[in-house]
């Protein structure tokens, strides 16, 4: 299932100067999105997998490398590492 | 009237640029190698327009819509949005908006449904293979937008029948223009999901091999073999345009090699028209 404010969130996180404020203040660019909460927990979280079910794969990737995530890290957290 | 004459693929990837750095010397040399044969094929073949084939990695697109193919249509379209790839040396790319349109007017005649766009950002897709073949002149880019990052995806079969209608379109344009065709992307890599990172080295030497083959056999072990190989594999669609543009004969391999660093099974082909 596609969550469609989730992937808005990740595609709307490409441009530069939006990554830099979420990475200096996740709450406040998080509240201008209807997301679920348990959304919004896996994103605080990191939890890859939980969100991985939710978006496009390719989006998924740019969100975590947009965040400052390794790829190596990344792709142990997809595999439930 | 207007003529192919060319029809190229080159995998493209992120970490070619930004892990260039920690790729093996070996491959390194490999990957420039192939890069720039490419490179001096293309310019040997003079092309005044170069129909550039390649998925939109969410620069242009989103979930509100995606079309399944789109024709850059403009004069001029933009550069790569990816902070990354500032270094590449063109923040506009002339496209050739007459040209275009008649592709576009062609396609429609003969019951096929593009969406158009008359200012594309064209991503890493596109300009990787560009800026990696270093021509000294770049000819005007009609950029062609294929999915096959969001499903549903265009047909295997209807994209050869792509490659055909473009070669059609070429054929009836009316200005002596040189046309080539660059499919970008694939072989096989996984991006974003559990098997990110894996490279299908036979799956890849079997796709090429079956490119020497018939339509029906490539199109057949594609059907069956791509769900299992990597969201990334998806790409060779584009391979397939420029197979069906150049008549379905064959390519060269320029080369092929899987490259961990970058996450890609890198192929390079030229076709034989």
């Not at chain 2, 769900?227 to 197979?243: F, K, Q």
């Amino acid at each position: 299932m596609t969550d469609y404010w989730l992937s808005r969130l990740f595609f709307d996180l490409q441009n530069p100067a939006a990554a830099a404020q979420y990475r200096t203040d996740r709450e406040q660019v998080l509240s201008k999105y209807p997301l679920e909460e348990p959304v919004k927990q896996a994103l605080l979280a990191g939890d890859v997998p939980y969100l991985a079910k939710l978006t496009n794969p390719y989006l998924l990737r740019y969100y975590f490398f947009s965040v400052g995530m390794k790829d190596d890290e990344f792709m142990r957290r997809l595999n439930g590492g | 009237m207007a003529s192919l004459v060319g029809a190229y693929a080159a995998s493209h990837g992120p970490l070619i640029v930004r892990e260039w750095h920690a790729v093996p010397e070996n491959q390194k040399i490999r990957l420039k190698n192939a890069f720039l044969e490419l490179g001096r094929r293309l310019s040997t073949a003079r092309p005044d327009v170069l129909i550039a084939v390649s998925p939109d990695h969410w620069s242009n697109f989103f979930l509100d819509n995606i079309p399944a193919v789109c024709l850059g249509i403009g004069e001029i379209n933009e550069g790569p949005p990816e902070p990354w790839m500032k270094d590449f040396p063109h923040k506009e790319i002339h496209g050739h908006a007459g040209f275009a349109l008649h592709l576009a007017k062609t396609a429609l005649q003969e019951g096929f449904e593009p969406s158009v766009s008359h200012r594309l950002k064209l991503d890493h897709g596109v300009c990787i293979p560009l800026w990696r073949m270093v021509l000294e002149r770049l000819p005007r880019i009609v950029p062609i937008l294929l999915n096959s990052i969001e499903p549903p995806l265009p047909s295997l079969s209807r994209c050869l029948e792509w490659g055909r209608l473009l070669k059609k379109a070429t054929d009836s344009y009316s200005e002596p223009l040189r046309v080539a065709i660059l499919a970008t992307g694939g072989l096989s890599h996984s991006i974003g999901e559990p098997t990110m990172g894996a490279i299908y080295e036979d799956f890849d030497k079997e796709t090429i091999r079956l490119f020497g083959s018939s339509e029906k056999d490539l199109v057949h072990f594609l059907e069956e073999e791509l769900p299992s190989h990597g969201n990334g594999s998806e790409e060779v669609r584009n391979w397939l345009v420029a197979h069906g543009a150049a008549g379905s004969r064959g390519f060269e391999l320029i080369d092929y090699l899987p490259v961990p660093k970058v996450i890609v099974g890198c192929g390079f082909a030229a076709w034989r028209l």
